[in-house]
Every structure is written in C-alpha cells, then in structure tokens.
C-alpha cells in the first residue's frame, strides 16, 4: 500500500480549469533564491521524503530530506540501462526489440513504463479529488477514497468492454 500525502505534481495540471500549482510550503523547500517553477517538472512525495525535479526526464533533481540521497549517484542511474542516445536511441531499442521478439531489449518497456505512468496519472487522481490517497496498486484501486475509483475505472459501453488479466 502506497500513501501518497501529496501527488506528484505536473506543473501544467488544471482543476477547474484553473492551473495546479505546487503548495508554497513546498516549493519554498527545494526552488533556490530567484528560482521559479520551470514550465514542466515534478514533485514526487512519498513516504520517507520529497523528490523534485525541475524537468520532464529527470535529468537532474533534489531530495529531501538532504540525507535520503547520501551516497546516492544524482547524475547517473546506478542499476537502470541507459543507451546516452537520447530519443532516437529510445525509438531504436523499441524497434529492434519488436523485430527480436524480446521486450527486454528496449529499456523503455512497460515493466517500467506502465510503474510510473501509473505513479503520474495517480498524482492527477489525488489532485482533482484534493485528498491523500492511500493506492492498492495490485487491486488497481484507492482503499481510502472512494469518489477516487471512478476516476480509475472507465465504464465502458457494451462491445467495447477492456478484459483485464
């Protein structure tokens, strides 16, 4: 069971139709003086601290608190594959791991990819519902707010019903 007391936010979120900003007692903690919101970046709060990171790919960010990331290498991952092609070496892996049959080839993959689209489109539940949610993610469900699931679950008509598992 994941508590997430604050969503992961992306900057251009709406609610309302009015732009989803971080709480200041937030960003006070992690944007440097004269620092402001970049246009995409995000915040992920969890548990035992905060991650921020002031763009889309993560390629640099802060944690808090400061010693959660000591001895933690911020610049590089240590146990994930990278291939230093930026895009096109994502768009070749993905290529070539469907021509060998092997998903494993392409780093990008949905063993990964579905984790933490699932932790992003959480964070846009938590922020249209405004509360803490408390995430069931085998039972792809939210334990402690209700009204949440229907923003989970799509009823669709019949004949175009999604079969799980």
């Given at each position: ?150 923003l989970i679950q799509t009823e669709y008509r019949r004949g175009w019903?999604?079969?799980r598992g």
């Amino acid at each position: 069971m994941l508590a997430v007391p604050l969503p992961p936010l992306l900057i251009d979120v709406k609610k309302d139709g009015k732009l989803v900003l971080p709480d200041d007692s937030i960003t006070s903690r992690f944007l440097k003086a004269g620092e402001k919101l970049p246009a995409s970046g995000s915040f992920l709060v969890g548990e035992k601290g905060i991650l921020y990171s002031p763009n889309d790919y993560g390629a640099e960010f802060r944690c808090e608190p400061a010693g959660l990331a000591e001895g933690v290498n911020l610049k590089t991952p240590e146990k994930l594959p990278i291939n230093n092609k930026g895009d096109q070496g994502m768009k070749n892996e993905w290529v070539e791991a469907i021509k060998a049959n092997k998903p494993e080839i392409a780093y990008s993959n949905f063993d990964i990819a579905s984790l933490l689209t699932e932790a992003f489109l959480l964070g846009n539940v938590a922020i249209k519902t405004g509360k803490t949610l408390q995430w069931d993610g085998p039972g792809l469900k939210v334990t402690n707010v209700p009204e949440a699931n229907a923003l989970i679950q799509t009823e669709y008509r019949r004949g175009w019903e999604v079969t799980r598992g």
